[in-house]
């Protein structure tokens, strides 16, 4: 009788006991990890534990501080980088092999580029009364020499240019003969007396260009070329109205020049007033290319003076250098058939004109 009892009890117990071992073992698999009890504010372990989290926040707080100054005075110093420094494989592999030790390569102070190109300084001490001339030729230029040139090359064909030009560039031949005399060198003078009768005669007036053919070279010297071969080098710069860059020295070489200006003693002002406007627009033609660099420039006006700057130094020295060096020059400073020297009693309305 007993036995009956204690069979369903004890099978009752056991199943207990196994439902409660799985459910032991499912709440450790399932239950998310244990979180930390906080005490309260006002105990004293609360207190213990703000004050210790306290000090490791001033202690990082202080550390970084002197970290970073240790970092710069490192710099400062001369210290290199972590990652330009060779590594311990590189130093064993130049100890074992006797390879010589390995160099830290540092971009910015590299010895083998070469040295910064050393720009010349332009003499320019009357800056600020030149830009406000620059303004106004600009101006001048935007709203009547550009549209001209403009208008001119739509209209007129190539031939015909080239022909205006020509003519132009031979009546500058006698005042090049001239110079090339005063400045010592008579076998250009007389290159210059053949290409003006070569030109006039079987160029008909110098429309075209035979002696070009004939291996006869075309320089272009005017007096302002000349004082600066004498010795006058340095000279200041200065925007003229109406006239362009200049120089002190070739605004002078334009007083020289004017009496031997083929145009100017013409007395038909209709006929003179006609070829002098002509002649401007021809040379604003030719330089419409170098609009295109004016364009993208930051400061048009110093674009504008070293450029002229440049040019005209190397017309007054350039032949005394070595011949190829005219070829290291850009393109729009080199005198050549393509892009002959313009005469410098030309009276230019912009301020980019030689």
Same mark, same amino acid.
């Given at each position: 009788m007993?036995?009956? %009892?204690l069979?369903?009890?004890?099978?009752?117990?056991? $199943?207990?006991?196994?439902?409660?071992?799985c459910?032991?073992?499912?709440?450790?698999?399932?239950?998310?990890?244990?979180?930390? /009890?906080?005490?309260?504010?006002?105990?004293?372990?609360?207190?213990?534990? =703000?004050s210790?989290?306290?000090?490791?926040?001033?202690?990082?707080?202080?550390? $970084?501080?002197?970290?970073?100054?240790?970092?710069?005075a =490192?710099?400062v110093?001369?210290?290199?980088?972590?990652?330009?420094?060779?590594?311990?494989?590189?130093?064993?592999?130049?100890?074992?092999?006797?390879?010589?030790?390995?160099?830290?390569?540092?971009?910015?102070?590299?010895?083998n580029?070469?040295?910064?190109?050393?720009?010349?300084?332009?003499?320019?001490?009357?800056? *600020?009364?030149?830009?406000r001339?620059?303004?106004? &030729?600009?101006?001048v230029?935007?709203?009547?020499?550009?549209?001209?040139?403009?208008?001119?090359?739509?209209?007129?064909?190539?031939? /015909? %240019?080239?022909?205006?030009s020509?003519?132009?560039?031979?009546?500058?031949?006698?005042?090049?003969?001239? &110079?090339?005399?005063?400045?010592?060198?008579? *076998?250009?003078?007389?290159?210059?007396?053949?290409?003006?009768?070569?030109?006039?005669?079987?160029?008909?007036?110098? @429309?075209?260009?035979?002696?070009?053919?004939? *291996?006869?070279?075309?320089?272009?010297?005017?007096?302002?070329?000349? @004082?600066?071969?004498?010795?006058?080098?340095?000279?200041?710069? /200065? =925007?003229?109205p109406?006239f362009?860059?200049?120089?002190?020295?070739?605004a002078?070489?334009?007083?020289?020049?004017a009496?031997?200006?083929?145009?100017?003693?013409i007395?038909? +002002?209709?006929? %003179?007033?006609?070829?002098?406007?002509?002649?401007?627009? &021809?040379? %604003?033609?030719?330089?419409?290319?170098?609009?295109?660099?004016?364009?993208?420039?930051?400061?048009?006006?110093?674009?504008?003076? +070293? $450029?002229?700057?440049?040019r005209?130094?190397?017309?007054?020295?350039?032949?005394?250098?070595?011949?190829?060096?005219?070829?290291?020059?850009?393109?729009?400073?080199?005198?050549?058939?393509?892009?002959?020297?313009v005469?410098?009693?030309?009276?230019? /309305?912009?301020?980019?004109?030689?």
């Amino acid at each position: 009788m007993n036995q009956h %009892r204690l069979l369903p009890r004890a099978a009752f117990l056991a $199943a207990a006991l196994f439902a409660s071992g799985c459910a032991h073992q499912a709440v450790t698999q399932d239950a998310p990890p244990p979180v930390a /009890v906080v005490a309260a504010a006002d105990t004293p372990a609360a207190q213990t534990a =703000e004050s210790q989290t306290a000090e490791s926040t001033v202690d990082a707080n202080a550390q $970084a501080p002197i970290d970073a100054s240790t970092q710069t005075a =490192e710099v400062v110093a001369g210290a290199e980088p972590a990652s330009l420094q060779p590594t311990d494989a590189e130093r064993d592999f130049a100890a074992i092999y006797g390879a010589p030790e390995p160099q830290v390569y540092d971009p910015i102070a590299d010895p083998n580029l070469p040295e910064p190109a050393a720009l010349p300084q332009s003499y320019d001490p009357w800056e *600020k009364y030149n830009r406000r001339v620059h303004r106004f &030729n600009d101006v001048v230029d935007r709203r009547v020499a550009k549209p001209l040139a403009t208008a001119y090359v739509k209209v007129v064909p190539r031939p /015909v %240019r080239l022909g205006v030009s020509n003519f132009f560039n031979n009546l500058g031949q006698p005042v090049s003969a001239v &110079n090339a005399l005063l400045q010592g060198k008579p *076998k250009q003078a007389g290159q210059s007396i053949g290409r003006f009768l070569l030109n006039s005669t079987l160029g008909i007036g110098g @429309l075209f260009d035979p002696a070009t053919s004939a *291996k006869l070279p075309n320089k272009s010297e005017d007096f302002g070329q000349t @004082l600066g071969v004498w010795g006058w080098k340095k000279s200041r710069y /200065v =925007e003229l109205p109406l006239f362009g860059p200049r120089t002190v020295r070739d605004a002078l070489g334009m007083a020289g020049d004017a009496p031997l200006s083929p145009i100017r003693p013409i007395e038909e +002002d209709k006929v %003179r007033v006609f070829l002098q406007g002509l002649q401007l627009v &021809n040379v %604003r033609t030719q330089l419409l290319s170098v609009d295109r660099m004016r364009e993208g420039a930051a400061d048009d006006y110093a674009l504008v003076r +070293d $450029a002229w700057l440049q040019r005209r130094n190397y017309q007054i020295s350039g032949d005394r250098a070595d011949s190829d060096d005219e070829a290291a020059l850009p393109e729009y400073l080199q005198n050549n058939e393509d892009n002959p020297t313009v005469p410098i009693d030309a009276i230019p /309305v912009i301020p980019g004109s030689p």
